[in-house]
């Protein structure tokens, strides 16, 4: 087991993560329900401190932003065209599938950028992550066309997987 | 006033009526895919955007609620792919294969060498 070292920097952006939530559900700012929501995301940050992951500050700088707004605006996309892709497949009277697990590796090592990509692959058309061991993904594709790493890199991953190197290193 | 009100009113029942669309695909997509690992994928990727399509409409029906409900949308952005994710992972781990004539599987090795490890591990802590 690791010791885990506390912060008070990831401590306070924890706090103030919760705390917008907590604002965001009550919408009032009446005196007792700020205080309550003060007391309540204190106690949350302090026990999920350890396991938040996903917040560092360098991700407010302005170009970091520019990068996660086209990021999402890539992903909407993804995810529409995903859609469309299920409703063809399942109107289609043939069902014209072609199914396999095939496996590529990413250059990522940041925890939190490797769950937003295995999100976003599961949630773009035809793909499904089963398992990330290490730095190697398996994607369940629906439609194979190759089981060469590289090639699946760059049919899956290589659009998301540019902008989030490019947050993270 | 009043205009702004009803505009937004049908907006938010074009959203829900596309959300609604979505989720019946993906019942249906359940319903015809041949193994778990395709009926999830059809699943996942309807549910999502059926979701998140429904509540945003919901949220410009009663623009009140609107920040909560985006809370919630995005919520389901993270956990409704992770937890599919988490199915197709256990399911494999249980022993469905999937399905069809073509095997392609590398995630198969992948698995069997964590277990010997595994097996490895347990025979040293009893020996």
């Known amino acids: 087991m690791v010791k885990y070292k506390f912060s008070l920097k990831k401590f306070i952006y924890t706090f103030v993560i919760v705390l917008l939530i907590w604002y965001g559900f009550t919408t009032s700012f009446a005196p007792a329900e700020l205080i309550t ?6 106690v949350i940050a302090y026990i999920s401190v350890k396991n938040f992951n996903c917040c560092d500050p360098i991700l407010l700088l302005p170009s970091h932003v520019l990068h ?38 990413t250059k990522l090592n940041n925890d939190f950028a490797k769950m937003v990509l295995a999100n976003s692959i599961t949630l773009t058309p035809g793909t499904l992550t089963i398992d990330i061991i290490k730095n190697k993904f398996y994607v369940h594709w629906i439609d194979v066309t190759t089981e060469d790493p590289e090639q699946v890199y760059k049919e899956i991953a290589e659009p998301f997987e540019k902008i989030l190197l490019k947050i993270y290193n | ?45 309807a549910s999502t955007l059926g979701a998140m399509s429904v509540i945003l409409g919901v949220g410009l029906l009663q623009p ?9 949308i995005i919520f389901i952005g993270f956990a409704n792919p992770l937890s599919s994710h988490a199915l197709a992972r ?24 964590q277990l010997k490890k595994i097996q490895k591990k347990l025979k040293n802590l009893t020996d």
Request: proline share 4%.
């Open chain 1, 37 to 42: 929501g003060v007391i309540i995301s204190l």
């Open chain 1, 68 to 105: 996660f707004i086209k990021y999402f605006f890539v992903f909407l996309g993804a995810l529409l065209k995903a859609n469309l892709d299920v409703a063809r497949r399942v109107l289609t009277p043939g069902l014209p599938i072609n199914p396999g697990i095939v496996m590529f590796q």
């Open chain 2, 1 to 45: 006033m009043d205009i702004i009100h009803e505009i937004l009113k049908y907006i938010g029942l074009v959203f829900i009526l596309i959300g609604s669309i979505f989720l019946f695909l993906g019942a249906l997509g359940i319903y015809r895919m041949p193994d778990l690992y395709n009926r999830l994928q059809a699943g996942t990727k």
């Open chain 2, 64 to 72: 009140f609620w609107l920040i909560k409900l985006i809370i919630i």
């Open chain 2, 90 to 113: 256990a399911s494999y781990r249980a022993g469905i294969k999937p399905c069809c004539d073509k095997e392609i599987d590398s995630y198969g090795k992948a698995v069997e060498k």
